[in-house]
């Protein structure tokens, strides 16, 4: 055990303290001693005289403080003290537990590694308990890990041997939850259902559609198997994650279809797509009639005697009272990531209204868009006894005790998280798994010349820096890039965040006769829908300039094959929903996807985050295949042909007063583009995209109804 320098100072003090004690007892009494100071000793004190000689010199000091020290325990109760010895009545300054050391313990803890197996994992290596459990008849040793794993019908006997050991080795087992749901054998009914759901939806079903809505999970091993399903079979309460594109909207249907009986039923969606879920009702189920269907519109809304109700999340909030007052016995959750967070006004709207119903159904392509924490809420609404908040957190999302409470921002048992939601309550199927014949997505990243961002003169240097936090010079560059695929007349689409960057790229198409379409936040419902069939159906309509965060979800746009981010977006999430606008069902060319990437600027931080993220959410199955290492890379050159920052000799004319009149106007959209202009370094950036979005939730980022 190691001490530090004020302890081991404390320490020698404390035994010169007593040696000199020890001394002064053992001095015989000698009157005639030539002393100038005469020291006499009692059973309980220490007297000395005022005149001070040269042999009570030395340790006339200490002597004194040892009376200090003796009168202030004996007024405070002595033997009370922790460090009073009462064998010998001796005041020990230090234990024997800290003087000897404390003995360190092997931890070890267990966890699901197969629906039928779980491992066991040391700290260290522990000769005499793996020898117990090398006793164990279905013991496995995995040479990669180096772990034992057994099967889970010997769950109590690995326990009972650890506790032989309990004072060298401490285990931290399985939660009976986990316990519970994995040693359950489903015997529901697995027969058809298919044929008690309208004969229009169950014809447009693909395969893989009619297994999502009875979807049956099943476990093949030497002996029997064991059935597990979702859908139909599970009553109507799991999360449907199938890859974006995959029609997920038909599976909630049909569900919801055989489910009639318990109807009403309330479907809850992000208001840019409330409009396509009736359309999708009017195609698929065309034996509901017409009446049946409700959008509600405002909070002065009410509701009849309607079978279905189409709102969106902002007025369930907003409406609260009004949805509470009718009993809802199906409920779809679209866009169910929405509720990732417990703490949002959102999920306790929703789950107000979900503890009532029956059925349960959620909808996300992508239901974790960072981390694990984010699954527990929706989970949560699907079965309301699952597993406590904060025992969650500390097994799967790495929980730690901080001086602020606990933090569980982490990632932790991610293996055993996967088999845990796909044996309870959610199915997610990839593109590459199940639709060999869609069209390839290949992604490239193009690193732009930083050439083209040169400032110039020194006047345009001046205004560079003036407008630099509000116009933001790197758009320069993008733009250039951006008219390039205009001038070959391609339909493509084009992400961005900013208003400003938006706003510059459809100059960019207007100055080019370029016909375009534009979605943001304040695009309303049905505005949003004309302009989307407008590009899908018009061959002239060559371009549509999205924002990541409105456009990324409801939306189908599969007339184009091209997509370029002008920018990034902090959230790995946002960006595969946003790039499988394109990539879906009905697309039938390749796509490509681009990523225009600027050195020296946040991107070099982004682009590693992202990555780092889809990592964490690859553990614990949800594939983006967002995948940096097979990816192209271009690097733009610099020609005669293109233009730098110097080109844009436009700006030299304008005046100091338009230039502010600029900068008030680009402060009016501050608020969405907070991130950039609150930053004004790079390392600035770094701190900020570390942050989760929750801390960005001042920026009014939802949909304008």
């Not at 040693?183 to 014809?203: E, G, H, M, W, Y």
């Not at 079978?307 to 009004?322: E, P």
Request: hydrophobic share 35%; aromatic share 10%.
């Amino acid at each position: 055990m190691s001490y530090s320098k004020e302890e081991i100072e404390k320490k020698r003090l404390l035994a010169l303290q007593r040696r000199k004690q020890a001394q002064l007892r053992n001095i015989p009494f000698n009157p005639n001693a030539n002393t100038k100071n005469n020291v006499s000793f009692t059973s309980s004190n220490v007297i000395t005289n005022k005149n001070i000689s040269n042999t009570s010199k030395n340790f006339g000091q200490d002597s004194l403080r040892y009376v200090d020290n003796k009168a202030k325990f004996r007024n405070n109760s002595f033997k009370n003290n922790e460090k009073f010895n009462k064998k010998d009545g001796r005041f020990s300054p230090m234990s024997t537990k800290k003087f000897f050391g404390e003995k360190s313990c092997i931890t070890g803890k267990c966890y699901m590694i197969t629906d039928e197996r779980f491992t066991l994992e040391t700290s260290s290596y522990f000769p005499s308990f793996i020898e117990t459990i090398k006793t164990i008849p279905s013991r496995l040793y995995d040479m990669k890990t180096k772990q034992w794993n057994f099967l889970l019908k010997d769950y109590e006997t690995v326990m009972e041997k650890a506790i032989n050991f309990k004072s060298d080795i401490q285990i931290t087992g399985l939660p009976n939850t986990v316990l519970q749901i994995f040693r359950k054998n489903d015997t529901s009914n697995t027969k058809n259902a298919l044929s008690d759901i309208d004969p229009q939806l169950v014809k447009n079903l693909m395969p893989f559609q009619r297994e999502g809505i009875w979807y049956i999970y099943i476990i093949y091993n030497s002996i029997k198997f064991i059935i597990f399903s979702y859908g139909i079979s599970r009553g109507g309460r799991c999360m449907i994650a199938d890859d974006m594109g995959l029609g997920k909207t038909i599976q909630a249907l049909g569900i919801a279809h055989y489910f009639r009986k318990n109807w009403p039923i309330l479907i809850v969606v992000p208001a840019s797509i409330r409009y396509q879920w009736a359309e999708a009702i009017y195609t698929f189920l065309p034996s509901i009639p017409t009446h049946y269907i409700h959008q509600f519109a405002n909070t002065k809304d009410f509701i009849d005697n309607n079978k279905i109700v189409i709102t969106t999340y902002d007025l369930l909030v907003r409406a609260l009272d009004t949805f509470e007052r009718k009993m809802f016995g199906f409920i779809i959750l679209d866009e169910s990531h929405a509720l990732k967070s417990v703490k949002t006004a959102r999920f306790k709207a929703a789950k107000s209204i979900a503890k009532g119903a029956r059925h349960v159904v959620l909808l996300s392509g992508t239901p974790a868009l960072s981390k694990p924490l984010e699954l527990y809420s929706q989970i949560n609404l699907i079965m309301p006894n699952f597993m406590g908040f904060q025992e969650y957190g500390i097994r799967y999302c790495a929980g730690e005790k901080t001086l602020f409470g606990w933090d569980f921002n982490g990632s932790s048992n991610t293996q055993e998280l996967q088999l845990l939601l796909k044996r309870t309550c959610i199915i997610r199927r990839l593109k590459n798994e199940i639709l060999n014949q869609l069209p390839a997505k290949k992604r490239q990243v193009i690193i732009l010349d930083s050439e083209l961002i040169k400032t110039g003169t020194e006047q345009m240097k001046a205004m560079s820096t003036k407008l630099e936090r509000n116009l933001n010079v790197l758009l320069k560059r993008e733009l250039d890039y951006i008219s390039k695929l205009f001038a070959r007349k391609q339909k493509c689409i084009i992400f961005a965040h900013h208003h400003n960057v938006m706003n510059a790229v459809c100059k960019v198409a207007e100055s080019m006769d370029i016909k375009f379409i534009k979605i943001d936040g304040k695009t309303s419902a049905e505005h949003r829908k004309c302009q989307i069939d407008e590009f899908q159906n018009c061959d002239n309509c060559t371009a549509a300039i999205l924002s990541i965060t409105a456009a990324n979800t409801g939306i189908t746009l599969t007339a184009a094959k091209l997509v370029v981010f002008a920018e990034l977006f902090w959230n790995p999430g946002i960006l595969c929903q946003a790039e499988d606008r394109v990539h879906r069902i009905g697309q039938d060319k390749d796509v490509i996807i681009q990523y225009l990437i600027a050195k020296q600027t946040a991107d070099d931080y982004l682009w590693p985050l992202i990555q780092k993220k889809m990592n964490v959410l690859n553990k614990v199955g949800f594939d983006q295949d967002f995948s940096l290492k097979d990816i192209d890379v271009t690097v733009q050159a610099l020609n005669s042909k293109q233009s730098t920052l110097d080109s844009f000799n436009t700006f030299s004319s304008i005046s100091q007063q338009e230039i502010d009149e600029e900068m008030i106007e680009c402060n009016q959209n501050a608020t969405k583009d907070i991130m950039l202009e609150s930053q004004s370094s790079t390392e600035e950036f770094k701190q900020l995209f570390d942050s989760n979005e929750e801390d960005f939730k001042f920026c009014d980022w939802d949909e304008v109804e």
